[in-house]
């Protein structure tokens, strides 16, 4: 039935759309136009059934067979740990860009939101460049991963404001992104329409776990944890020892990486590498930072004892062609025919 003015007068549609945005709030608004609950719109490429990486073919249904985020808290609470994978082709050399989207995450929801981030080079798939995410609601749970983006589906990579706007969704759709949020919930906020939330509104009486669980699904073995001080803003030396490991044992030996954030930051600054577990380094137990080298050092005798590490093995030992030199124990013979094997005069 179309509106009419007060003179009785049909209003055409424009104008009832006008009237429409001018006095209908904007959460009722955004009710109206949803295509399908608001709680799954987030995982629309998986609505879509265009989902790419194995391990997130697992969606969440409801009763009625349509897919939801299982997100009924509306926001983060420290009972629910959130986990993001980025899978990317070792071929096409995007390492680095899954890093910087890493970053851009962990920089934007480092402080209650995200609790860790795992970059996983992928050796099978042409070009594959795959962003999933997972909700365990408690300890030792595994929530099934919600696909946020494949770029073979989406015919190219995710912006960092668009990719922001999709962990938001999952993690808190009313918290407010600042200049990374779309338009319409920037005017909003200028115009003081828009409910929002932010991490302030996270109770303080919240215990922290200082072991978070990681996603399985998402951490392939062997696999490095880097735990970083968010206080101290550690964040771009923890992605750049990750980055160093990725590059050194990118053949396979080495099979994700994860960052994950210190909540709430430790007194001193936490800042420790694990294998598998394993306490690589700790800078509290040791006093300092660790070298690229030496962490270098320590998983290549933990997963790949013949690797050659060139200038970053151990001091003196040299290699050519993966043979390994102790030049030390040479007597002057040995010394000499080394030398010419090596055209060295």
């Given at each position: 039935m179309p509106l009419r003015n007060c003179n009785g007068r049909s209003i055409p549609l424009w104008q009832s759309l006008l009237i429409f945005f001018a006095t209908v709030p904007p959460i009722k608004r955004a009710a109206a136009f949803q295509p399908w609950p608001q709680s799954i719109q987030h995982d629309r490429l998986s609505y879509k059934k265009t989902m790419g990486r194995s391990s997130c073919l697992k969606v969440i249904k409801d009763e009625t067979g349509t897919l939801s985020s299982d997100n009924n808290s509306g926001g983060a609470t420290k009972s629910t740990y959130h986990h993001v994978s980025i899978e990317y082709c070792t071929g096409c050399r995007w390492m680095l860009k899954s890093f910087w989207l890493a970053q851009e995450l962990l920089s934007t929801f480092g402080k209650d939101e995200l609790d860790a981030v795992t970059v996983i080079p992928s050796f099978d798939t042409k070009g594959k460049f795959v962003i999933c995410m997972?909700?365990?609601?408690?300890?030792?749970?595994?929530?099934?991963?919600?696909?946020?983006?494949?770029?073979?589906?989406?015919?190219?990579?995710?912006?960092?404001?668009?990719?922001?706007?999709?962990?938001?969704?999952?993690?808190?759709?009313?918290?407010?992104?600042?200049?990374?949020?779309?338009?319409?919930?920037?005017?909003?906020?200028?115009?003081g329409t828009m409910e929002q939330s932010s991490t302030s509104?996270?109770?303080?009486?919240?215990?922290?776990?200082?072991?978070?669980?990681?996603?399985?699904?998402?951490?392939p073995s062997p696999s490095v944890t880097i735990h970083y001080c968010t206080g101290c803003q550690w964040l771009l030396r923890a992605a750049y020892f990750g980055q160093e490991l990725l590059t050194t044992f990118g053949g396979g030996e080495l099979k994700s990486v994860t960052l994950v954030p210190s909540k709430p930051p430790e007194k001193g600054?936490?800042?420790?590498?694990?294998?598998?577990?394993?306490?690589?380094?700790?800078?509290?137990?040791?006093?300092?930072?660790?070298?690229?080298?030496?962490?270098?050092?320590?998983i290549r005798d933990r997963i790949a004892p013949s690797k050659d590490l060139g200038h970053s093995d151990v001091e003196g030992?040299?290699?050519?062609?993966?043979?390994?030199?102790?030049?030390?124990?040479?007597d002057e013979d040995e010394a000499e025919e080394a030398r010419k094997y090596f055209g060295v005069l």
């Open positions: 997972s909700e365990m609601k408690q300890k030792d749970v595994v929530g099934d991963p919600i696909l946020l983006w494949n770029r073979t589906k989406q015919d190219g990579f995710p912006g960092p404001k668009e990719l922001k706007q999709l962990v938001r969704d999952v993690i808190n759709p009313d918290l407010y992104l600042g200049h990374s949020d779309t338009e319409i919930r920037q005017r909003e906020h200028e115009s509104d996270v109770p303080t009486t919240t215990i922290f776990s200082k072991q978070v669980p990681l996603n399985p699904y998402f951490t600054g936490r800042f420790s590498i694990e294998l598998d577990g394993e306490v690589l380094f700790d800078r509290k137990t040791e006093g300092r930072f660790p070298e690229p080298k030496e962490i270098k050092q320590m030992k040299q290699s050519r062609s993966g043979m390994e030199v102790d030049i030390e124990g040479m």
